[in-house]
């Protein structure tokens, strides 16, 4: 048999309950609003890095879409390229120094993970070294390589970019016997 005061406790119990869950659900139409417009920025981003890789590089059309996709203030991050320019002429610096080794590479992406105004992207790649990298001439060996890329977007646009790739593997493929 319940107690006058166990009763209490327990109303007191689901009313707290009841009033936490109320005000974790979204009110009216302007939070829905609000989370759907994030999720149109965050699935617009993820389409700057499809079409970056998958329309620019994988069928060589960088030099059609850069504009439409780089910041006019585009600046890399870790530039592998100590003279690499900023903003579209930087990033056009960028595809042109590694088409030169690898013109026929063709990228995969694994992963996309996005927010408002960040993408990263893991990527796997094959490309023929046709072209000095590293100090290495052009071998003609089929190579295989790995990255992660964060783009921060602003306006629509990849404004900056950090990327990691595996250049201690690409070289141990290249001079591998």
């Not at 900023?86 to 992963?111: C, L, W």
């Not at 190579?143 to 201690?168: C, M, P, Q, T, Y």
């Amino acid at each position: 048999m319940t107690t006058p005061q166990q009763a209490m406790t327990l109303i007191i119990i689901g009313v707290m309950f009841h009033l936490l869950s109320c005000n974790q659900q979204p009110k009216g139409n302007a939070m829905n609003d609000a989370s759907a417009n994030i999720q149109q920025r965050i699935e617009q981003n993820k389409g700057l890095v499809r079409k970056w890789i998958l329309e620019g590089w994988n069928n060589n059309r960088n030099q059609e879409i850069v504009a439409e996709i780089f910041a006019s203030n585009w600046a890399d991050g870790n530039p592998a390229f100590p003279n690499q320019p900023k903003g579209i002429e930087g990033a056009m610096y960028y595809v042109n120094a590694y088409r030169s080794v690898f013109p026929d590479i063709q990228f995969t992406i694994t992963h996309i993970i996005a927010q408002e105004d960040y993408v990263c992207f893991r990527f796997l790649a094959e490309a023929t070294h046709r072209g000095e990298l590293m100090g290495i001439p052009a071998t003609g060996k089929k190579v295989n390589v790995s990255g992660i890329v964060i783009h921060r977007i602003e306006n629509g646009k990849f404004a900056e970019s950090w990327n990691e790739v595996d250049l201690l593997g690409v070289k141990e493929q290249l001079l591998a016997k």
